[in-house]
């Protein structure tokens, strides 16, 4: 198993240490350095082992072939460096502030699976967010995460934490280490988290998961989700994070469906609602991509028509998406007309599923009604 993954990253190239933190840049000619050594057969250069030592204390033994613990990640010419997938949509939770709407548990067979992620090898991801639904629940989560850790990704995961304390799952989250663990907390106490997810002893199944990975050292970080439900609890909720040592993060705003809906919208807690920052553009389409548990690709998780169908076309299907992001920014429908459209940076996508929900202008829109 690799210990350290060289890549090509964008317009640079990195050196990177699986489930850690930090990373070394390196100029082209050290990346063709290292590619040389561990075609040859040779020890990493001197060098790589001064600065994995410097940035994570690794001693590289220069005694044995550069192979055995550098990955080299080839160069791409489609210019992604990373993705995010739903393995599954499926859920052992039913929240009713939930975004995907209707959650079914389907998505692709295990050797489609394969293929997804060698065309996400392929196109240049480096780092891969493995989401649902509740990915952990899907039967082929713990394959398919060794595999994408095998082919060389930096791996986060979004989970509501319910399996992890299960050995299928910690055992392979312990061998090959995540570089993040992102878990949403849905309330401090069984009955407002239990209500919030609609599961009779989800609190407890999620508070097990937290102690598990606490105990395995895992990098965990927490979402503390405020709706309607738990608003009364938001401090129980930042402590239960401060106890385990987890950093977090407070979430107030819901959106709508993905496909419009706005069904989550009567679950925020008004008191707690932020003004939603200026949007400022973003690499969707460019250089990241989402892909749905079928492995039809798109802009991101909010802009996903159209679709670009991986398992059938293949890496070669990517070329078209930078089109589609650039098209789907184009003000139209609910923000034609509008006069103040020249100075707006709104995500359109997102824009346009507010509009659908009929939700209050001021929700989306940057310009705040005016």
């Known amino acids: 198993m690799h210990s350290l993954i060289a890549s090509p990253f964008l317009d640079t190239h990195l050196v990177l240490r699986p489930g850690l933190r930090g990373g070394v840049k390196i100029p082209a000619l050290r990346y063709q350095e290292l590619t040389d050594a561990v075609r040859a057969g040779r020890p990493a250069p ?143 106490t069984e009955t407002s988290y239990d209500g919030m997810t609609r599961s009779r002893g989800a609190y407890g199944r999620f508070t097990r998961g937290l102690d598990a990975a606490k105990d395995a050292d895992l990098p965990v970080k927490l979402n503390v989700i405020v709706s309607t439900h738990n608003a009364h609890e938001v401090d129980a909720m930042k402590a239960l994070a401060d106890r385990r040592g987890f950093p977090h993060q407070v979430y107030t705003n819901m959106s709508p469906t993905i496909d419009g809906s706005g069904e989550p919208l009567p679950t925020q807690a008004a008191d707690f609602l932020r003004k939603r920052k200026p949007f400022a553009g973003c690499n969707a389409g460019h250089t990241f991509f989402h892909a749905d548990p079928f492995g039809k690709a798109s802009i991101c998780k909010v802009g996903r028509d159209p679709q670009i169908d991986l398992p059938a076309e293949g890496v070669e299907g990517l070329r078209r998406l930078g089109g589609i992001a650039d098209s789907l920014m184009l003000r139209t429908g609910g923000c034609t007309g509008c006069q103040l459209s020249g100075s707006c940076w709104t995500c359109r996508p997102l824009a346009k599923l507010y509009q659908e929900a009929k939700a209050p202008l001021t929700s989306y829109c940057q310009h705040g009604g005016r």
């Open 46 to 188: 001197h060098w790589l082992a001064d600065a994995a030592g410097r940035t994570w204390s690794l001693d590289l033994d220069l005694g044995r072939p550069a192979g055995d613990t550098i990955l080299i990640r080839q160069p791409s010419p489609y210019g992604y460096a990373r993705a995010s997938w739903e393995i599954n949509k499926g859920c052992d939770y039913d929240c009713d502030h939930c975004y995907l709407g209707l959650k079914r548990f389907e998505g692709l067979p295990w050797e489609d699976k394969v293929r997804l992620l060698t065309v996400m090898r392929d196109a240049g991801v480096l780092w891969l967010q493995i989401t649902g639904g509740e990915p952990l629940i899907d039967r082929d989560f713990p394959a398919a995460y060794a595999h994408a850790y095998d082919l060389g990704m930096m791996i986060a995961i979004s989970s509501n934490g319910s399996q992890l304390s299960k050995p299928r799952i910690l055992n392979v989250l312990t061998d090959r280490r995540p570089y993040s663990i992102t878990l949403s907390v849905y309330g401090a």
